[in-house]
T-cell receptor, first 113, second 113 residues
Framework: AQSVTQPDIHITVSEGASLELRCNYS??????LFWYVQSPGQGLQLLLK??????LVQGIKGFEAEFKRSQSSFNLRKPSVHWSDAAEYFC???????????FGKGTRLHILP | EPEVTQTPSHQVTQMGQEVILRCVPI?????FYWYRQILGQKVEFLVS????????KSEIFDDQFSVERPDGSNFTLKIRSTKLEDSAMYFC???????????FGSGTRLTVV
C-alpha cells in the first residue's frame, strides 16, 4: 500500500525567501503525486500533479515540484513566498488513475513579514 | 471553472442523530469520493463510488455510513447515528475519466455535541 511522509510539521520562512517543502512517498510502481493547499477553514486546492513525463512540474501560484524516483521524493518549491502563501500543504499519492489518493499529515507554512 | 459544491458548510448535530451531507459533483465526472479530516489531523479516505456502487471503502466507513447518488446530480453521505468522534470536516471530491481531474469541494464541518 502506498504511503506519504511529510517530515516537517511546521515551517517558517520570511516573505520573499525561497521555500521547499519535503515529501517522501512509498509505492512500488510509478505513483501519481499531488500537492494540495488548504487555507484555514477552507477546502483543498490542487497546486500541481505528476503522472508521467517531465519530472519538473509547474503548478499554480508560482509553485513547482520535482519528482525524484531515486529518492522517492516529490518536493514542493517556490522561489519567493508571499504572505498569502501561509497555509497547510498536503502531499498525496495515488496508485493509479482509478484509485483513492493517500494524504500526508501536512506541513503548516508560516510567513514572517 | 467547474466546482464541487457541498452543503451545508457547517452542521451541528446531537449525538445519536442522523445526518446527511450533500455534494454536487462536477457534471461530467464519473468517480466520486468522500474524505474526512479530523481537526488538526490528516485527510483520510472514506469511500469511492463509481457506476452507482461503492468501489472501495476504508475501515472508517463502517455500517453507520452510507452513500447514495439519488438523482444523477447529488452525491450524499449519510451517518445514521452520529458519535462525538464523527466531528470532522468532510470533503467530497469528483474525478473525470480522462486526465485525473480530481476536484475537492470546500467541505462540510460536522460538529457532534
Amino acid at each position: 500500500a502506498q504511503s506519504v511522509t511529510q517530515p516537517d510539521i511546521h515551517i517558517t520562512v520570511s516573505e520573499g525567501a525561497s521555500l521547499e517543502l519535503r515529501c517522501n512517498y512509498s509505492y512500488g510502481a510509478t505513483p501519481y503525486l499531488f500537492w494540495y493547499v488548504q487555507s484555514p477553514g477552507q477546502g483543498l486546492q490542487l497546486l500541481l500533479k505528476y503522472f508521467s513525463g517531465d519530472t519538473l512540474v509547474q503548478g499554480i501560484k508560482g509553485f513547482e515540484a520535482e519528482f525524484k524516483r531515486s529518492q522517492s521524493s516529490f518536493n514542493l518549491r517556490k522561489p519567493s513566498v508571499h504572505w498569502s502563501d501561509a497555509a497547510e500543504y498536503f502531499c498525496a499519492v495515488g496508485a493509479n488513475r482509478d484509485d483513492k489518493i493517500i494524504f500526508g499529515k501536512g506541513t503548516r507554512l508560516h510567513i514572517l513579514p | 471553472e467547474p466546482e464541487v459544491t457541498q452543503t451545508p458548510s457547517h452542521q451541528v448535530t446531537q449525538m445519536g442523530q442522523e445526518v446527511i451531507l450533500r455534494c454536487v459533483p462536477i457534471s461530467n465526472h464519473l468517480y466520486f469520493y468522500w474524505y474526512r479530516q479530523i481537526l488538526g489531523q490528516k485527510v483520510e479516505f472514506l469511500v469511492s463510488f463509481y457506476n452507482n456502487e461503492i468501489s472501495e471503502k476504508s475501515e472508517i466507513f463502517d455500517d453507520q455510513f452510507s452513500v447514495e447518488r439519488p438523482d444523477g446530480s447529488n452525491f450524499t453521505l449519510k451517518i445514521r447515528s452520529t458519535k462525538l468522534e464523527d466531528s470532522a470536516m468532510y470533503f467530497c471530491a469528483s474525478r473525470d475519466r480522462i486526465g485525473y481531474g480530481y476536484t475537492f469541494g470546500s467541505g462540510t464541518r460536522l460538529t457532534v455535541v
